[in-house]
Every structure is written in C-alpha cells, then in structure tokens.
C-alpha cells in the first residue's frame, strides 16, 4: 500500500512569490491535513479537509490557502512568500474519524531567500 | 482549546536502560492520544494510540505508554532503549468533538551506547 506522497521535496522560493505544495494521500483516505514544522514552534496545524470540505483551520494568514480534490488529493497554496515562511510542510492523511491515526509524508522543505 | 505539553527538550539515556519521554494534556472530555517519532527529514511516524479501554497501550518497536486521567498524562516508555530509537518524539491529542490533532513541541531522545 502507497504511503503518503508529497511533492516535490525540496524548494527554494524568492521572497514575494507563490509556491503550491501537492499531496497525494493514501488510498481509502479521505481527510488530508497539513501541517508547518520550524525548529522554534514545533508543528503548527494549517487546515484539514475532508471529502473535498475545509473541516478545520489553524491560527495562520490568509497567504496561506488549501484545496481538496474529488480524489483526495490536496495541495496548499503560500502566496507572497516571506522569510518566516521557510519551514517544513507535512501532510498528513487519515480515514477521518477522530480515534484513527494520521500517516505523514515526507514533507516539502521550503526555503524562501 | 486542548494542548500538549512535553516538558523535556532533550533525554539522554544509556543503551539497554529504559527509557520515558514526559507528555501531559488539557481537553475538555475524553482524549484521544498519539505518539509519534520522527527520524531526521522525514515525515512523523504512528506509535502508538490511546481511544479507550486499557490505560497501558503497546505499540510499534516496543514502545508502550501509560494513560493517567488523574494526572492528564500519557507518558511514553521503553523497557531496555536501543541506539537506533534516538529521534525526535512528539505527543498529540485530538478532542472527540472533531477538532484537530495538536501537537507538543517534541522531545529529543538521544540514546548513548
């Protein structure tokens, strides 16, 4: 069974620009999360969507924006990038009830110069 | 709002010693609690779970974790550590009403030979 993929891997970004960040969850899975790791704040919940539906949403900007598709993938969209926003991005993706475990991607490595 | 709190930046702990990584939680109503460890630049990996039922639940790599609703507290342990469970761990709990799955700020367990 496929894992979570997230794509791509690695990116470096200039300040002002847009970026969007894809993830394909596991078959069967129907909620997609993401999340923001820096070393100073640990991880930081963005959104959650589940069947195609925002179902939750963290304490971030509005720059920050997310979608689902009718194939659960998701990706989540950084406009007018800022230095700040230079971190690791996890998705996580579930079967969407709350006593089941999430399983992680690899995460995109974002660096904003 | 629920949180978690992981009081240890860092534990050190000799080979074949056991071993605990500190986790307590706030949440209105019964949690639902999630280990996880994450190796370095990957995604986070499932441990362990607790929904209901027994307080001691096992998990994967011999990891186990107690839950106290007493003491809101779910401490992940380790009979005998190995090299190789160095890593970064991370405690999570999500409220049964559907909120999202909130992360500590993680523990770095080094295990010294």
């Known amino acids: 069974k496929a894992g979570v993929t997230q794509t791509p891997r690695y990116l470096i970004k200039t300040r002002g620009q847009q970026v969007t960040l894809s993830c394909s969850p596991i078959?069967?899975?129907?909620?997609v999360s993401w999340y923001q790791q820096t070393p100073g704040q640990g991880l930081q919940f963005l959104f959650e969507?589940?069947?195609?539906?925002?179902?939750n949403k963290g304490n971030f900007p509005g720059r920050f924006s997310g979608r689902q598709f009718s194939n659960s993938r998701s990706e989540m969209n950084v406009s007018t990038l800022e230095l700040g926003d230079s971190a690791l991005y996890l998705c996580?993706?579930?079967?969407?009830?709350?006593?089941?475990?999430?399983?992680f991607g690899q995460g995109t490595r974002l660096t904003v110069v | 709002a629920q949180s978690v709190a992981q009081p240890e930046d860092q534990v050190n702990v000799a080979e074949g010693n056991p071993l605990t990584v500190k986790c307590t939680y706030s949440?209105?109503?019964?949690?639902?609690l999630f280990w996880y460890v994450q190796y370095p630049n990957r995604g986070l990996q499932f441990l362990l779970k607790y929904i209901t039922g027994d307080n001691l639940v096992k998990g994967s790599y011999g990891f186990e974790a107690e839950f106290n609703k007493s003491q809101t507290s779910f401490h992940l342990k380790k009979p005998s550590a190995l090299v190789s469970d160095s890593a970064l761990y991370f405690c999570?709990?999500?409220?049964?009403?559907?909120?999202?799955?909130?992360f500590g700020k993680g523990t770095r367990l080094s295990v010294i030979a």
């Open positions: 969507y589940f069947s195609e539906t925002q179902r």
């Open positions: 999570a709990v999500r409220d049964p009403r559907g909120t999202p799955l909130v």
């Open positions: 078959s069967g899975h129907r909620s």
């Open positions: 996580a993706s579930s079967l969407g009830q709350g006593n089941t475990e999430a399983f």
């Open positions: 949440v209105s109503g019964n949690p639902y």
